[in-house]
């Protein structure tokens, strides 16, 4: 048996198959030399769409329900995240683009139920979660409130739309999901009271509840939004997550032309528009400060009251990925020296070991770095020499298994945290598939 025998599961027992993706796995594995890097990125690229997805018809229209991988539960970050790099392949594949389009309305479903709910069952079914102390339904999974739960499937639905122009997702059921949106929004800018949500949980683990009596640390009402917890799951410090309130307002900016061009609602996309403009104000009035070391730089949160946390978190939206995000340019002077503090011991969640350096967060502690922050920092970079010493630590630290983790340990790629974790495996594909069509040279190591 060969060294590098693929990792997927055989063809009967794929959860979903698409022509495209198989045609691009297809050339990689003939064009790459490098054997390693080719079967991992054979492994992980699909694995979203083998192991996690479950398709069907309802009612005429396409829904599609995407579990994490090893949580049977579907996240609205996780699963955009999931099919992010699928969409590019939309057009030359008809079930592909069906899928994804039944993602959308799932999740447009999702948010309807609640809004501020963070994963969700495939229906009513029981939750180990459903003891927490907040409204919780039959339908939902957990129900953290995370400012980028909404902004993800506002990037899905707006990316979809740029790359097909098919619009049959997009109803009246849609829009009242976006109007909930925003209503959510401006209700955790908490101008005149705490909002309608409150989060507890009988835990031993500080993160996994909030202080305040589930309302938070306090904050003065600046414009910025608050979000309980962060993309890791993992409750704030301070409620303003300054990456959050940037994704946003990129993901407002979005619903705005969306709501412009397919419904021609002039006056709810201004509400939409200057709901983006106060937050984008807030976070150059609030969030950017003069840092000992690194001249000015963003903070990861902030209270309003001049209180600021500096750090990053792998998980996404993190500081580091903000052009990903489309926040702004990778070449933006603030950006370019929160960056370096991101990469330096200045960063408490920054590790350095015998294996590999990068990013990791407190959700699985000291020490281990996840890989997704690897694979974010070579798909922000402009660097070509980064670009490809990022790759060569993601080929050298999947520890044997073929596949991207949640996160190792700095020294010993062996240890690591999550055998399926179908986000890291996705985006990985994604930075692999873009290195390869942009700049090939990268891949020869």
Request: proline share 4%; net charge negative.
């Amino acid at each position: 048996m060969s060294e590098y025998t693929s990792n997927r599961p055989i063809l009967a027992a794929r959860k979903f198959t698409s022509k495209a993706v198989e045609k691009v796995i297809k050339e990689f594995k003939e064009n790459v030399d490098n054997k390693e890097l080719a079967w991992l990125f054979e492994n992980c690229f699909p694995n979203t769409i083998d192991t996690t997805v479950n398709f069907k018809i309802e009612k005429g229209k396409p829904d599609t329900f995407v579990i994490t991988g090893d949580i049977d539960a579907m996240w609205l970050r996780d699963s955009t995240a999931q099919v992010w790099p699928y969409l590019q392949l939309c057009n030359e594949d008809e079930e592909l683009k069906q899928m994804i389009a039944g993602l959308i309305n799932r999740q447009t479903k999702c948010i309807l139920i609640d809004p501020y709910a963070n994963a969700f069952n495939d229906g009513a079914a029981p939750s180990e979660w459903e003891s927490d102390h907040t409204d919780m339904k039959p339908e939902l999974h957990e129900r953290k409130w995370e400012i980028d739960s909404l902004c993800y499937a506002i990037r899905l639905a707006y990316g979809y739309w740029r790359e097909t122009r098919d619009i049959s997702c997009f109803d009246k059921t849609w829009f009242e999901s976006i109007k909930l949106v925003e209503k959510t929004f401006v209700e955790q800018q908490r101008k005149e009271n705490t909002g309608p949500y409150s989060f507890m949980r009988t835990t031993n683990r500080l993160t996994d509840t909030v202080a305040g009596f589930g309302y938070g640390n306090p904050i003065k009402p600046v414009g910025l939004i608050c979000s309980m917890f962060r993309p890791s799951d993992d409750s704030t410090i301070y409620p303003f997550l300054i990456p959050s309130n940037l994704f946003a307002v990129v993901s407002l900016r979005q619903a705005e032309e969306m709501v412009t061009a397919i419904f021609n609602d002039n006056v709810f996309a201004a509400e939409l528009k200057t709901l983006a403009d106060e937050v984008e104000q807030a976070v150059k009035d609030y969030a950017i400060s003069t840092h000992l070391e690194f001249n000015e730089i963003y903070a990861y949160e902030v209270d309003g009251f001049g209180n600021k946390v500096y750090m990053d978190d792998s998980n996404i939206p993190s500081l580091l990925s903000l052009p990903y995000l489309g926040a702004f340019d990778s070449n933006d002077g603030v950006y370019k020296s929160t960056r370096k503090f991101l990469h330096s011991d200045s960063n408490p969640y920054f590790f350095k070991g015998k294996a590999a350096e990068g990013i990791g967060g407190p959700h699985v502690g000291l020490d281990y770095i996840w890989p997704m922050s690897i694979t974010m920092r070579a798909l922000t970079s402009t660097d070509d020499d980064e670009i490809k010493e990022c790759i060569k630590m993601l080929v050298n630290t999947h520890g044997g298994a073929g596949f991207m983790h949640e996160g190792f340990h700095k020294d010993d790629p062996k240890k690591f945290t999550r055998k399926w974790f179908a986000w890291s495996n996705t985006l990985f594909g994604e930075l692999i598939l873009k290195t390869y069509k942009t700049k090939p040279e990268l891949l020869n190591f």
